[in-house]
């Protein structure tokens, strides 16, 4: 099946330090969304990425979509604590299956 | 606004009991997804509705599980007889239509114990 794998599985970072997680898959992706799951609570939309090499900025996030579509990469600069969470990436496969395909996620913890 | 509505936000049973876990999306989302997370293996598509029809179960364990949705602000996800390795958060998220570059809205999850 699809697979989309996400690394690191955690990172543990100083505030105000820079954070990358990076997703990958297998096969050519259709679209690619960015989720954020906060401890204890449920996974949260963040952004989708649709054309081959876009990049979109939230504040400091900066979400990138690679140019063959097989990888995403979410850059966050100067982490806060309010960062500290999961995030996941989920993209669609070109065929085959008709749902989102989530990746492992990444831990995020952002020492104050 | 109201969000994805789920209940109930926990649930300890013993093994072998009926589980019933229950859903209701956000009005006017045609598409309705069932998910279970745990550590070991993060977040799983159970299965998923459109227009209240299942369109894609291949993400259900076994035959333990069952989803209906028997009407568009509705849906329940059973499982029976339950067993400890069941144990997990269960979410439910809506989408305004299944197309695969809607947002998912999930629900704030049902934990799971089967002891």
């Known amino acids: 099946g699809q697979q989309v794998m996400q690394i690191p599985q955690y990172q543990h970072v100083q505030e105000g330090e820079d954070f990358t997680t990076y997703c990958n898959s297998s096969?050519?992706?259709?679209?690619i969304q960015w989720y954020k799951q906060r401890p204890g609570g449920h996974p949260v939309f963040l952004i989708q990425?649709?054309?081959?090499?876009e990049v979109k900025k939230q504040k400091r996030l900066t979400f990138q979509f690679g140019e063959a579509k097989k990888n995403s990469s979410l850059h966050i600069t100067a982490t806060q604590t309010t960062d500290v969470g999961t995030y996941f990436c989920?993209?669609?496969?070109?065929?085959?299956?008709?749902?989102?395909?989530f990746g492992s996620g990444t831990r995020l913890q952002v020492q104050p | 606004d109201a969000g994805v509505i789920q209940s109930p936000r926990h649930e300890v049973t013993e093994m072998g009991q009926e589980v019933t876990l229950r859903c209701k999306p956000i009005?006017?989302?045609?598409?309705l997804f069932w998910y279970r997370q745990t550590m070991m293996r993060g977040l799983e598509l159970l299965i998923y509705?459109?227009?209240?029809?299942?369109?894609?179960d291949s993400g259900m364990p076994e035959d333990r599980f069952s989803a209906k949705m028997p009407n568009a602000s509705f849906s329940t996800l059973k499982i029976q007889p339950s067993e400890p390795r069941d144990s997990a958060v269960y979410f439910c998220?809506?989408?305004?239509?299944?197309?695969?570059?809607?947002?998912?809205?999930f629900g704030d999850g049902t934990r799971l114990s089967i002891l």
């Open positions: 998220a809506s989408s305004l239509t299944g197309n695969s570059n809607q947002p998912q809205h």
């Open positions: 096969t050519t992706l259709s679209n």
């Open positions: 990425l649709v054309k081959s090499g």
């Open positions: 989920a993209g669609k496969k070109d065929t085959g299956r008709r749902a989102l395909t």
């Open positions: 009005s006017g989302h045609n598409s």
């Open positions: 509705f459109n227009n209240n029809v299942p369109i894609d």
